[in-house]
């Protein structure tokens, strides 16, 4: 067996640096989380930097189950630099909380190294391993603050319904197994492309129940119903990093497994592409109309996480270089700016439960200008609106989707963000509008202000950017 | 030269709002002098290019093009027609003249107001110098953002329900004109010229979209620009708006917000679907005239004198409106004088309501009666704008009025006279609310207690009202000296809908 050494090094440094060095490390030391904490930071900067080194050399390994460079490294690069921030951010979360535990940082890394084999997978099973790699990190993280109920709760919810996605991914799983006769994606792709399944009926219940899995831990409808529960009771900091890396994640996997089931040539793009379309069109509704009811800002920050999953479909619609390179920069714009909003959440808030109302925020540009500032920028480019970060992203979705036909679910996204607007303008016009009735703290950001000013850079300047950062796909793809 | 200034023009309100950042927040004299020398400055920057501006020419000017997005061919292109040229004087002369009348009554998070104002005025400037629709529409939302916060922060009582209506029904209509310009690129690339957002290019390609399609591109590129004109009967944002926003707020946005409308009207819908503008031209027109009529109607019954004005805004636009979906050259050229004229007395009409506000905190018509006995020189200016308002033959707005009606007369596409005739009726509707207002307000006996000792005006305020009343007389008596700018900009675009309609030998 021939293995790509060079090619792989950004996943062979994450594994050892995780599971060799970083348990005898732990397993060493007490009581230093300064040292994990620097330790993997650097392990995350060091698996970046080799990312970029290996993006150039494309190609599979591991009997093929691995694809190497491009399109992976893009998303390796997004990952590490994601975890990194959630880091900074989590670290003074923690501390204050009482809860800076060590292995907070490894299951970070671990689920990080899971989203990276999640780029990575050229094989079924590879997809299968990564995906539950990061969903069983995410577990652990969810539950981290394990004296607080809320966060055990949401753990508890999240593992049950994460199972039952398993089930579907793994069925899914074995009917194209049995409909193709191979695990592997280019096996798969030249039987789809070739419409020579001898069991189409079973080939496309696969592809379905592939695509309910993903739309779970996408959150998209009808499998988004855990999302608002899970982000809502998880640590805020966890919340940040789940809803962000964690759907980059997915929409990774999305992207290369349905540019091998939804193939031009194949009959069956048409239905799986109207059938995702749909969902698309109502995870976008859904979600944006229940935001608009929120009163708790986690909450109305995780329905907003769920339209967004419907508005990143619109590219696995519109399948094709236009299609996925749309998601690549709106899910990165989309990550920034999102991790955002949660960090200032997480800096505002105490215990898991206070100041989480969006009443809380009554009066926030007085109290701390700088936060408030960087929230409505966050609000701004969440809403889509220029010259922030997600406008030029939704921008490059919708000629994605009018392209291929879709206009129809253009028009929807388009409506759906006017109601966006509006709960994100009803926090603006808390933080702006209206003025405090009771005292507040000064909070301090410590850490956390790395995050939000890397954040709301990139949210601010990714547009300017647009060209450089599509040549980017395009070269690397 | 005219480069150099198009681009300070664009660039000094940008780059002042980001001194004013770190100038420190309590020096408000040092943010208020920066915000003032500014905006001066960007008005001086805005007089070099009518020199350099060569009206002979229908073509636009001062070009610059530098890509941006390549693979989506959204470039920096901007550049001025003589249409442009007129909004962008417009707004750059109005700009000054918020800053002075916010100088006083605003008191509250100084710095973070004029970095928005500047931002503004960066956002309204791009709007009328893109060539790109894509760079359009990033400007057109811009000034979504800082409007908003100027609403919301330092308006009146219901601010907060006036800026989220606001924000939201432009917010509505723009995104569908986003979906039509993505539209508009992909029928490019159909065509075989790749996609693009280059208006110049675009321009070429609009008329030969197919009948159906076309209809719906000018609706969505239409239902944005309706909005912000705004056309009966999409008007509901601006009363609440232009009331609660405070004075400065309201100059502007009567003054230069609402043109955006309409020159949207003419650079877009005109030039780009030529055949659909002549398909709606009559639907359009009805609901100009409606505007007209009923503005003006809802106008008479108000007993504030800011919603008295918002209401006339809308009576006013319908002129405007008119004149443009006339399609013939004294509509349209109408249309935009009186953009232009629009600007200036319904600015100066709102200027003297805050002139009032500043005094008695009121604008109940009915708290005042005889000012013009304790404020004798503001009633002169007060009169001048009412007047140019009205129309009154020989100031501004009488020249504009005469010719969109005289469009709507004559025009081949709406085909009747009825549309001018129950218009001008507007006229006299006008003469009634504004007289009666200017009645009730200045004349009869000053009864009122608190009326007595208001002082007139003040020094800063003739700064404000005295150049706004010499453009009334100067426009009046001698439009043509802006009249000639924009006059080969708007033959092109009148010949080229009339070319589709009436093909090549309709004269």
């Given amino acids: 067996m021939h293995i790509d050494l060079f090619g792989s090094l950004p996943l062979i440094v994450i594994w050892l640096a995780l599971g060799a060095v970083g348990i005898a490390i732990q397993a060493f030391v007490r009581n230093n989380t300064r040292l994990i904490f620097g330790y993997y930071a650097g392990t995350l900067v060091l698996t970046a930097a080799l990312a970029l080194l290996t993006s150039a050399h494309k190609g599979v390994t591991f009997e093929g189950m691995i694809s190497l460079g491009g399109f992976a490294s893009y998303f390796d690069v997004l990952f590490c630099f994601i975890g990194l921030l959630s880091m900074f951010a989590a670290r003074p979360y923690l501390q204050r909380e009482n809860a800076e535990l060590d292995e907070y940082y490894t299951m970070l890394v671990s689920a990080i190294s899971g989203m990276m084999l999640m780029a990575h997978a050229n094989n079924l099973l590879v997809l299968f391993i990564g995906i539950e790699l990061m969903s069983i990190s995410f577990y652990i993280m969810a539950g981290f603050l394990r004296t607080n109920i809320r966060s055990v709760e949401a753990a508890l919810k999240y593992f049950l319904l994460g199972a039952f996605a398993t089930g579907f991914l793994v069925y899914g799983m074995a009917l194209i197994y049995g409909a193709t006769g191979s695990l592997q994606y280019e096996m798969i792709l030249s039987v789809v492309g070739a419409n020579a399944s001898p069991f189409p009926t079973l080939?496309?219940?696969?592809?379905?129940?592939?695509?309910?899995?993903?739309?779970?831990?996408?959150?998209?409808?009808?499998?988004?119903?855990?999302?608002?529960?899970?982000?809502?009771?998880?640590?805020?900091?966890?919340?940040?990093?789940?809803?962000?890396?964690?759907?980059?994640?997915?929409?990774?996997?999305?992207?290369?497994?349905?540019?091998?089931?939804?193939?031009?040539?194949?009959?069956?793009?048409?239905?799986?592409?109207?059938?995702?379309?749909?969902?698309?069109?109502?995870?976008?509704?859904?979600?944006?109309?229940?935001?608009?009811?929120?009163?708790n800002v986690k909450r109305m920050l995780a329905y907003s996480s769920v339209a967004h999953a419907g508005y990143l479909l619109m590219g696995i619609v519109a399948h094709g270089t236009a299609g996925y390179s749309a998601i690549a920069f709106y899910v990165t714009s989309y990550t920034f700016m999102q991790l955002g909003a949660f960090v200032v959440v997480g800096i505002l808030e105490r215990g898991n439960e206070q100041y989480l109302q969006i009443s809380d925020y009554a009066g926030l540009a007085k109290r701390e200008p700088v936060l408030a500032f960087v929230m409505a920028v966050f609000m701004f480019s969440l809403a889509g609106i220029p010259p922030f970060a997600g406008f030029f992203g939704k921008y490059l979705l919708f000629v994605a989707a009018i392209e291929a036909g879709y206009t129809w679910l253009t028009i929807v996204a388009v409506v759906s963000s006017v109601v966006s607007a509006y709960f994100y303008l009803g926090l603006i016009v808390k933080m702006y509008f209206t003025d405090s009735e009771t005292e507040h703290a000064r909070v301090s950001p410590g850490l956390a202000g790395v995050t939000l000013a890397v954040t709301t850079v990139v949210s601010i300047i990714m547009g300017l950017f647009t060209s450089q950062i599509l040549s980017i796909f395009s070269s690397w793809w | 030269m005219g480069v150099v200034a198009l681009l300070a023009t664009l660039f000094v309100p940008l780059v002042g709002s980001v001194v004013l950042l770190f100038?420190?927040?309590?020096?408000?004299?040092?943010?208020?002098?920066?915000?003032?020398?500014?905006?001066?400055?960007?008005?001086?920057?805005?007089?070099?290019?009518?020199?350099?501006?060569?009206?002979?020419?229908?073509?636009?000017?001062?070009?610059?093009?530098?890509?941006?997005?390549?693979?989506?061919?959204?470039?920096?292109?901007?550049?001025?027609?003589?249409?442009?040229?007129?909004?962008?004087?417009?707004?750059?002369?109005?700009?000054?003249?918020?800053?002075?009348?916010?100088?006083?009554?605003?008191?509250?998070?100084?710095?973070?107001?004029?970095?928005?104002?500047?931002?503004?005025?960066?956002?309204?400037?791009?709007?009328?110098m893109a060539l790109d629709t894509f760079l359009f529409y990033v400007f057109w939302e811009l000034i979504l953002i800082p409007m908003y916060f100027i609403i919301g922060i330092w308006g009146g009582k219901d601010r907060i329900y006036a800026a989220i209506k606001f924000f939201l029904y432009t917010l509505a209509g723009s995104l569908l004109m986003l979906v039509a310009i993505i539209w508009l690129g992909l029928a490019a690339k159909a065509a075989g010229i790749g996609f693009t957002a280059d208006l110049m290019k675009l321009r070429m390609i609009g008329p030969t979209i197919p009948m159906d399609v076309q209809k719906w591109l000018f609706l969505a590129f239409g239902l944005s620009f309706f909005i912000k004109v705004p056309l009966f009967p999409l008007h509901t944002w601006l009363p609440d708006a232009h009331v609660q926003a405070p004075t400065a707020g309201s100059v502007i946005l009567a003054a230069v917000l609402l043109k955006l409308g309409t020159y949207g009207l003419i650079r877009f819908n005109l030039e780009l679907f030529p055949q659909a503008s002549a398909e709606f031209a009559g639907v359009i027109s009805v609901l100009a005239v409606v505007g007209i009529i009923y503005g003006a109607l809802v106008a008479m019954v108000q007993t504030d004198i800011k919603k008295l004005v918002a209401y006339s805004s809308v009576s006013h636009l319908g002129f405007v409106v008119l004149g443009i979906f006339s399609l013939t050259v004294e509509g349209v050229q109408g249309a935009v004088i009186q953009m232009v004229n629009h600007g200036i007395s319904t600015g100066m009409l709102f200027l003297c309501v805050g002139v009032l506000y500043e005094r008695r905190h009121t604008r109940e018509i009915s708290e005042y009666g005889g000012i013009t006995s304790v404020m004798p020189r503001f009633a002169v200016l007060f009169a001048i704008a009412m007047f140019s308002s009205v129309g009154l033959p020989g100031l501004n707005g009488f020249v504009g009025e005469f010719l969109t009606l005289l469009g709507a007369f004559r025009s081949p596409f709406l085909g009747s006279w009825t549309y001018a005739v129950i218009a001008a009726t507007g006229?006299?509707?006008?003469?009634?609310?504004?007289?009666?207002?200017?009645?009730?307000?200045?004349?009869?006996?000053?009864?009122?207690?608190?009326?007595?000792?208001l002082h007139d005006l003040t020094k800063n305020e003739y700064w404000q009202l005295v150049p706004l009343a010499v453009l009334i007389i100067w426009i009046g008596v001698a439009p043509r000296t802006l009249m000639t700018l924009s006059e080969q900009s708007v033959r092109a675009v009148v010949s080229k809908v009339e070319l589709y309609k009436f093909g090549p030998h309709a004269h």
Avoid at chain 2, 42 to 57: C, G, I, K, M, Q
């Fill in chain 1, 203 to 295: 080939l496309a219940i696969g592809a379905v129940f592939l695509a309910v899995a993903l739309s779970f831990k996408i959150a998209a409808f009808p499998f988004h119903q855990w999302a608002p529960d899970v982000y809502e009771g998880s640590p805020t900091v966890v919340t940040a990093f789940m809803s962000t890396a964690g759907k980059a994640a997915a929409f990774s996997a999305f992207i290369a497994l349905f540019a091998v089931l939804m193939p031009t040539s194949s009959l069956m793009t048409p239905k799986l592409q109207l059938m995702l379309a749909a969902v698309s069109a109502i995870t976008m509704l859904v979600g944006n109309i229940t935001a608009v009811a929120q009163s």
């Fill in chain 2, 427 to 453: 006229v006299i509707f006008a003469a009634v609310y504004l007289l009666w207002m200017y009645q009730r307000v200045m004349f009869g006996t000053n009864d009122n207690s608190e009326n007595k000792h």
């Fill in chain 2, 23 to 128: 100038i420190d927040r309590e020096q408000v004299k040092a943010i208020k002098v920066t915000a003032l020398v500014v905006t001066v400055g960007t008005f001086l920057a805005s007089l070099f290019l009518y020199p350099a501006f060569d009206a002979s020419l229908s073509s636009m000017q001062f070009v610059i093009d530098m890509p941006w997005i390549a693979s989506l061919d959204a470039g920096f292109r901007i550049g001025l027609d003589g249409t442009s040229l007129l909004m962008v004087l417009l707004s750059t002369l109005i700009m000054p003249i918020a800053i002075l009348t916010s100088l006083g009554p605003i008191k509250k998070s100084v710095k973070e107001y004029y970095v928005l104002m500047l931002l503004l005025q960066f956002g309204m400037i791009g709007v009328f």
